[in-house]
């Protein structure tokens, strides 16, 4: 992928160019370095608005046996193939209010055909976007990206299904199932959030209690609260509110757990309650 940036597009991205792509201009550079990528440029065919072309990328792409198809409204050009096997195509007439069958050639019907590519990409990834909100404009190009891949991913095992003669997935199904399989994998490799574990020394496993709306939370006894010869270890586990710091008019969160107390407690730069939560005061 590379993000377009106009002129300083390939130095920002750090792209070595061959003396004959820095002699060309910043569009068809472009062209020509993402046409490089290509494992089999004798059997595809590049599809490209006209901001992208030029004469300069047209002789490139044939010196390099690739072929470029590019259009204006009725203008085209074409390396590939001309006006030959001609057809016809059902068009509105604005005169007889009715759709009539018009002559098409053969470069205009393939360009139809191909160039609603980029489209359609934007359609799809517009359908299920992976919510983020970041003042950050950068930031939006990392779920971009996968929604793009996973996109991309689902026209291929598309075209696979239909080679195998088989019925696929919807597009939401499919994102579903990628998200289920990157969260097992996740679970499978991840340390467990509510659980200690030293190999050899100790294995403690944490219940923590669940919180009930208008049910007293739970509060632990002074004589283990205060006995420090207890192994009172933080616990990494899931958000609730700081039994220490915490006011009515005032809640703060914390993902730590006391193993023995049972209660989450603030522990960050800012805040320590876990020591404070254990001190007797005098």
């Avoid at 097992?184 to 340390?191: G, K, L, N, Y």
Wanted: aromatic content about 8%.
């Amino acid at each position: 992928m590379v993000l377009y940036q106009g002129k300083t597009t390939l130095e920002a991205h750090g792209v070595l160019l061959t003396p004959k792509q820095e002699a060309m201009g910043s569009t068809s550079k472009i062209v020509s370095v993402l046409a490089s990528t290509m494992s089999c440029s004798t059997n595809t065919a590049i599809f490209a608005d006209n901001f992208f072309t030029s004469l300069e990328i047209v002789r490139y792409l044939k010196d390099m046996n690739c072929r470029w198809k590019d259009s204006r409204v009725v203008t085209l050009l074409s390396t590939d193939m001309g006006v030959y096997p001609m057809s016809s195509v059902s068009r509105y007439c604005s005169d007889t209010k009715k759709k009539e069958d018009v002559s098409c050639h053969a470069l205009i019907k393939s360009y139809n055909a191909n160039m609603g590519g980029i489209d359609k990409s934007d359609m799809l990834v517009q359908l299920y976007r992976t919510p983020m909100k970041a003042k950050r404009w950068y930031m939006r190009l990392f779920p971009y990206a996968i929604d793009l891949s996973i996109t991309n991913a689902w026209l291929i095992y598309r075209r696979d299904c239909k080679a195998l003669a088989e019925t696929g997935l919807p597009l939401k199904n499919f994102r579903i199932q990628v998200f289920r399989g990157a969260s097992s994998q996740r679970a499978a490799t991840s340390r467990p959030r509510r659980s200690f574990a030293a190999p050899g020394i100790l294995n403690i496993t944490i219940d923590v209690p669940t919180p009930v709306r208008g049910h007293r939370s739970h509060i632990p006894d002074n004589s283990v609260r205060f006995d420090l010869t207890l192994f009172h270890v933080p616990i990494y586990t899931s958000r609730q509110t700081c039994k220490f710091c915490s006011k009515k008019e005032h809640t703060l969160i914390s993902n730590v757990l006391c193993s023995v107390c049972k209660v989450h407690l603030c522990l960050n730069a800012e805040r320590n309650c876990f020591i404070k939560y254990h001190e007797r005061v005098a």
